[in-house]
């Protein structure tokens, strides 16, 4: 699997920072940068949008890497 793990949660900086008023955030931890395409385009990624997108005003998406949390696959 890809993915290493999801968490949602209620953004705790409301206020503080300009956000434009989103008020939570979603997290998909994968096992390497090179899995992004292969998330991006999957079958539940897609459901996942299709089923969230009617909810939500407006959304942004941000993509990085964070060494702290790259997975060795051996």
Do not use: F, M
Request: hydrophobic content about 40%; some cysteine.
């Amino acid at each position: 699997a890809i993915v290493v793990d999801i968490t949602c949660g209620q953004i705790l900086n409301e206020g503080n920072y300009p956000n434009d008023g989103y008020q939570t955030g979603i997290v998909v931890r994968l096992i390497n940068s090179e899995s992004l395409p292969i998330y991006s385009s999957s079958e539940e990624h897609l459901a996942a949008l299709a089923v969230l997108k009617p909810h939500l005003q407006s959304a942004i998406a941000v993509d990085y890497v964070s060494p702290r949390y790259i997975i060795s696959e051996e």
